[in-house]
């Protein structure tokens, strides 16, 4: 089935240092989400990406899909500790439908 | 800001036993969902409902498991004779407000809102 792979597994930052964690895709996605998930809590959505090239930012996060919409990026500029937790990325799960398959996520510490 | 709630937040229960962990999705929310996280693993799909009816499952959806919308609120997931491999955190969520179902293209989701969680532990 479809795969896709985040890297890398955890990071470990200085507060105000940037981080950056990558997802790539076995297979051409029709859309990608990326979700955050803080120590003990459940996954929150951040943001959706759709077309190919396409950036958005959000604050210090700032988030890309890849030309051939197989990878994506989310980059978080000058991190603070509230920064910390698991960012996955996720892709459609099945193809056609709205459930979600998650990359096996990136975990950020930022200490200060 | 409207929330999907789930209960229990924790359930310990013996191998074999059968449980049901329960949810109350967004109220004009017409997509449910179930997914998995094995502690510090990363979050699975399992099913998901619309229209009451599954839409979706995984290969771990297995014979063990079933959904059911009991009423017009609660959003259950039934695991039959539990393994210790089912100890994990499940998630319910919710997603498509009714006004924008059809809203977006094919391309697009619709955000996903998760609850809590119930920590499944079985013994």
């Known amino acids: 089935g479809q795969q896709v792979m985040q890297i890398p597994q955890y990071q470990h930052v200085q507060e105000g240092e940037d981080f950056t964690t990558y997802c790539n895709s076995s297979t051409t996605l029709s859309n990608i989400q990326w979700y955050k998930q803080r120590p003990g809590g459940h996954p929150v959505f951040l943001i959706q990406?759709?077309?190919?090239?396409e950036v958005k930012k959000q604050k210090r996060l700032t988030f890309q899909f890849g030309e051939a919409k197989k990878n994506s990026s989310l980059h978080i500029t000058a991190t603070q500790t509230t920064d910390v937790g698991t960012y996955f990325c996720a892709g459609p799960a099945l193809g056609g439908g709205y459930a979600l398959n998650f990359g096996k996520g990136t975990s950020l510490l930022v200490t200060p | 800001e409207p929330e999907v709630t789930q209960t229990p937040s924790h359930q310990v229960t013996q191998m074999g036993q059968e449980v049901i962990l329960r949810c109350v999705p967004i109220s004009n929310h017409l997509y449910f969902y179930w997914y998995r996280q094995i502690l510090g693993q990363k979050v699975e799909f399992l099913v998901s409902f619309y229209n009451n009816e599954i839409s979706e499952k995984s290969e771990i959806f297995d014979d063990q498991f079933s959904v059911e919308r009991p009423d017009g609120s609660n959003f259950t997931l039934k695991i039959r004779s539990t393994k210790l491999e089912d100890s994990a955190m499940y998630f319910c969520?919710?997603?498509?407000?009714?006004?924008?179902?059809?809203?977006?293209?094919?391309?697009?989701?619709?955000?996903?809102?998760f609850g809590p969680g119930t920590r499944l532990t079985v013994t």
């Open positions: 990406l759709v077309k190919s090239g």
């Open positions: 969520a919710s997603s498509t407000p009714e006004g924008l179902a059809g809203y977006f293209g094919s391309l697009e989701a619709y955000e996903q809102y």
